[in-house]
């Protein structure tokens, strides 16, 4: 199941280097392999949905760095001022669409790498809509700081349990982006990963190689 979910992680990538049609084609294909179908309608460089039965799951994209929306969005984390980022809020509101869309008696899988990472944490600590109806998030190397710390962190101490039941953060040792995460989180469970490559670089580290294998 970790292994799916960084899958479709990783391919969501297509849709930063391809045009959409060529990438729901691709995206398509590779989902079929791992049992799940693509929801074009609510995919696109931003937002991936997959079902497979009543899983919907639905993926945050991480960083791309040719595009600045991304770039504000990550600097918006670094200093946890994301609530007011628009990427952030379309990216929340896209997810409450989908949930209204399918209903209520399906099961909600959240996931993310690096930036989308961030962004599935900050949807289920912010939204109560979806944090109900959401069973399990899985985050990879997520991008966390002291600021994005402090400011998705429950003051609600029921809130803070059902959230350590649900979340799961992955990160490889030595990937600086989810650095801060390897001193607290500010919910659920860390689960950390030695990178096979003594000698990977830091984009190895920070890269899903790691949690596809």
Not at 43 to 56: E, F, Q, R
Not at 115 to 143: C, E, M, P, T, Y
Not at 173 to 178: A, I, N, R
């Amino acid at each position: 199941m970790l292994n799916e979910k960084a899958k479709i992680a990783n391919l969501h990538y297509l849709y930063a280097d391809l045009p959409e049609e060529k990438a729901h084609k691709k995206a398509s294909r590779r989902l079929s392999k791992l049992g799940y179908e693509l929801d074009k309608k609510n995919t696109n460089k931003d937002v991936l949905t997959a079902i497979k039965g009543d899983n919907v799951h639905i993926n945050y994209s991480g960083t791309n760095i040719r595009n600045p929306r991304d770039i504000i969005s990550d600097i918006a984390l670094a200093t946890g001022v994301q609530r007011i980022n628009p990427q952030f809020r379309e990216r929340r509101q896209k997810t409450r669409s989908i949930m209204r869309e399918y209903g209520d008696n399906k099961d909600y899988t959240l996931g993310g790498h690096s930036l989308g990472g961030s962004i599935a944490l900050n949807n289920v600590s912010q939204s109560k809509s979806i944090r109900d109806r959401v069973s399990k998030v899985d985050v990879f190397n997520s991008g966390y700081t002291l600021p994005f710390h402090n400011s998705i962190k429950p003051t609600d101490k029921k809130i803070k349990r059902e959230l350590d039941r649900k979340v799961n953060h992955h990160r490889v040792k030595g990937d600086l982006v989810s650095a801060y995460s390897h001193n607290d989180t500010a919910f659920g469970n860390l689960f950390e990963y030695k990178h096979k490559d003594n000698d990977a670089d830091l984009s190895d580290k920070h890269s899903l190689e790691t949690f596809m294998d």
